[in-house]
């Protein structure tokens, strides 16, 4: 062989290895892509768990005579903004994230001060409906609390992944950008104390 068929056959061979990596990192990057997006749905998951349950619990609330209608009205509202905003996950940027988290947060602080309120009516919290819903709205927010450590375990791997070498390479030409993790709001270096 000569040494221009040696070179050409050099080429061709690095040619084919970088195309057989790029595929690799490629399928790769749509997996964790994947894996992220069916995370923020989880999140998505609990937190309509959470609102699903939020009417149940102010009609159990409402029966109580002379409820502060105010407290009702508070988590009503901030239920409806929370049921507003959206976040696509194809999109999943710090500034969409904290938008979501901001109207959650506010959710929370008005869940937050309806149970507080609540003590103040002892024939409320010895009904059993009332009973059953704190305890299940206990739960759901230990499942939105896992489902966000899931959510930023998977974006810490996919993120992890599209910037090590070689896929950084290929990452940005491909679409494959960066996304943000699920973060405390700001507002809330405290969490709400929630007594039942």
């Known amino acids: 062989?000569?040494?221009?068929?040696?070179?050409?056959?050099?080429?061709?061979?690095?040619?084919?290895?970088?195309?057989m990596s790029g595929c690799g990192s490629y399928n790769n990057m749509v997996t964790k892509q994947e894996g992220t997006t069916k995370a923020w749905a989880n999140v998505q998951s609990a937190y309509q768990r959470r609102l699903d349950l939020i009417p149940n619990l102010?009609?159990?609330?409402k029966g109580a005579a002379n409820f502060e209608q105010q407290t009702l009205t508070a988590v009503i509202e901030a239920r409806a903004k929370a049921t507003q905003i959206t976040v696509d996950?194809?999109?999943?940027?710090?500034?969409?994230?904290?938008k979501f988290q901001s109207s959650q947060g506010?959710?929370?602080?008005?869940?937050?001060?309806?149970?507080v309120v609540s003590e103040q009516y002892p024939q409320l919290r010895a009904t059993q409906n009332f009973s059953e819903l704190q305890s299940q709205i206990e739960g759901t927010e230990n499942r939105i609390k896992v489902e966000r450590d899931n959510f930023n375990v998977a974006i810490n791997d996919y993120n992890s992944y599209i910037r090590k070498f070689p896929q950084v390479l290929f990452?940005?030409?491909?679409?494959?950008?960066?996304?943000g993790y699920f973060e405390a709001d700001a507002a809330a270096a405290k969490a709400p104390e929630v007594k039942f």
């Open 171 to 179: 990452a940005g030409m491909l679409g494959f950008d960066k996304k």
């Open 89 to 98: 996950p194809e999109k999943l940027t710090p500034e969409s994230l904290q």
């Open 106 to 115: 506010e959710l929370s602080q008005a869940l937050g001060r309806l149970m």
């Open 58 to 61: 102010v009609a159990t609330v």
């Open 1 to 19: 062989m000569n040494k221009g068929t040696i070179i050409l056959l050099a080429i061709v061979a690095a040619v084919v290895l970088l195309l």
